[in-house]
């Protein structure tokens, strides 16, 4: 029975299926799932969510001439499987393999690339209104999470789209989850929602459709068929359970949002499993350290609380740690009206989000020199996660801001002194990156040390050559310089640089290498290059970074090789 589900690998081959059958499919397909995900991970409790529902979706709709794009994207297996790639699905999230999100230029069934959240709406209306104007029949489908939903985008493209008199559709997947639980009030407002002739929805200009269960395949197809003879913008609320059909996963979603290999009958990992600290762990425990201290410190965070480990400080001082939804933009100005008024407020934000508030960063924090402390997890490469999260913009896009001070600490220590030094500073915002993945140690609740701003610290003396690390490229550094004449240095600051050190170092070496994390291209390479230059240095100058392209997803060893971020390429260039 099962080997006609095997054989499903597009949707025409699944349009052969009696609708009477498509729930038998969905158990084997949610089995399909975990059984992968269980071998080789990835996002989880998303994916089984929405099994049912990416079924009745290319049951009913004709993928790829009708337009289907996922919000957030990590929710895409199962449309995946469906769509030709099934016979490639154990390459997902590896090198040259599979994206985890939907990629335009993998599939033509993936009509838009959605990594980040809450775009789906108006990217599908500008679909919409293409097929309009090009006299083109075609059905446009949004399918955008609650989460997703939060975030300012996603309401100014439901307030073009209710009037916009074009064929889309906008399913809500309304799950009460994220990453996290779902905060604020549209949440608590669709959870409330019963079909009615008025509603939110109804007033935006939209025709309302349900709320209907996401997982009755009979329900949804019959749904997805009425809307699919209606040309005129439709909300179609679909509710599902997040990590449906996995008992783990269905108790603790947030914790199986993502997950690595695992033994699909105990749900325990199978992976390596240590005492090492995370960087996200240290400064999580270091907030709670230090909100214990003083009570102007508070938090924020777009709905990153597991993400940027505020979860100790939200168990020990709930009424301090605000999770502001899917929204950076409004979590970056509430976090500069929270310091206006005198708080002391750490804005929590992955690199690759930090992105969607940099207006906000520059005009509401920086221009009034506000002291808002910003934590910026996942600062570098991520791996796995791809183009779409890897962390190495925001060196080049802050450090041309006046009045940043942006720190970036090599390791555990050097993190926690960060922290308590930025909680202390008053004179404007401070920035602190640090990376995703283990500092190589146990968790110390070291002293507080306070560093002194702009200043860098010499890790070991040399001669000719003078290597400047940035952040945790210290450690290949470090084995690179091993057993060589070479200095090494550890820059600590984005901004300022250390120009005493610099000075010393155009002075006494005839060649420098900086190796950083980031893009070269605006990267602190080219800041001490451009300081050179002023200094009329006269060496040689190699800088080591991301070069000008993105960087794919693949293993952290396999992306730092192909970047030629390795203590074997530094001791190359040191031996020129």
Request: proline residues 3%; hydrophobic residues 40%.
């Amino acid at each position: 029975m099962s080997e006609s589900f095997e054989k499903i690998d597009l949707p025409v081959k699944l349009k052969q299926l009696p609708q009477e059958r498509l729930t038998e499919y969905a158990s084997w397909l949610r089995n399909y799932l975990i059984e992968h995900i269980a071998e080789h991970g990835g996002h989880f409790a998303a994916n089984l969510g929405v099994v049912e529902l990416s079924i009745a979706l290319h049951y009913v709709f004709d993928a790829p001439e009708d337009i289907l794009v996922w919000d957030v994207g990590h929710q895409s297996y199962a449309h995946k499987v469906l769509t030709g790639r099934k016979d490639n699905f154990a390459s997902l999230r590896k090198i040259n393999g599979l994206s985890g999100f939907p990629k335009m230029e993998e599939s033509r069934y993936d009509a838009f690339g959605t990594a980040h959240s809450s775009t789906s709406v108006s990217a599908v209306l500008g679909y919409a209104v293409a097929a309009k104007l090009q006299k083109r029949q075609r059905q446009h489908i949004a399918v955008i999470g609650d989460g997703a939903l939060s975030a300012g985008q996603a309401f100014e493209a439901l307030n073009n789209a209710g009037i916009s008199q074009t064929n889309i559709t906008i399913i809500i997947n309304d799950n009460h989850i994220g990453i996290d639980p779902s905060q604020g009030a549209l949440g608590e407002y669709l959870e409330q929602l019963e079909f009615k002739s008025d509603n939110m929805f109804t007033d935006f200009g939209f025709q309302y459709f349900g709320p209907v269960d996401g997982h009755n395949m009979n329900e949804l197809c019959a749904i997805l068929k009425t809307v699919k003879t209606i040309d005129a913008p439709k909300i179609v609320h679909v509710r599902t359970l997040k990590g449906k059909g996995y008992g783990p996963a269905e108790a603790e979603q947030t914790k199986w949002h993502s997950t690595s290999k695992f033994d699909k009958l105990s749900g325990k990992s199978t992976g390596t499993d240590d005492n090492l600290a995370r960087f996200q762990d240290i400064f999580g425990l270091t907030l709670l350290e230090l909100a214990g201290q003083d009570e102007r410190i508070v938090a924020v965070t777009p709905a990153m609380i597991s993400g940027s480990s505020l979860h100790y400080m939200q168990e020990k001082f709930p009424g301090r740690v605000f999770d502001v939804g899917i929204a950076e933009q409004h979590a970056v100005t509430f976090s500069a009206g929270l310091a206006a008024a005198g708080l002391t407020p750490f804005c929590c934000i992955y690199s690759t989000f930090l992105q969607r508030a940099y207006d906000q960063l520059i005009h509401d924090v920086a221009l009034q020199n506000l002291p808002v402390v910003f934590a910026i997890d996942r600062a570098g490469l991520v791996g796995e996660d791809g183009p779409t999260h890897h962390g190495v913009f925001d060196i080049a896009f802050l450090q041309t801001i006046p009045n940043l001070t942006i720190i970036s600490p090599r390791n555990q220590k050097e993190l926690r002194n960060a922290v308590y030094t930025a909680s202390t500073l008053k004179t404007g915002p401070v920035l602190i990156r640090y990376p995703r993945g283990k500092a190589g140690e146990e968790y110390k609740a070291t002293p507080f040390e306070h560093m002194t701003i702009g200043a860098s610290e010499c890790l070991k003396e040399g001669t000719k050559t003078a290597v400047l690390s940035l952040g945790t490229m210290a450690s290949i550094c470090a084995e690179a310089v091993a057993g060589t004449v070479a200095a090494h240095y550890d820059l600590r600051f984005v901004k300022p640089l250390d120009r005493h050190m610099l000075e010393h170092v155009f002075g006494h070496f005839e060649h420098i290498i900086v190796v950083e994390e980031g893009q070269k291209t605006g990267g602190v390479g080219s800041s001490v290059s451009l300081l050179a230059q002023a200094y009329e240095y006269k060496g040689r100058i190699d800088c080591l970074g991301i070069d000008d392209h993105f960087v794919p997803h693949g293993s952290m060893k396999e992306l730092y090789k192909q970047e030629h971020l390795t203590a074997e390429r530094i001791r190359e260039l040191i031996s020129l």
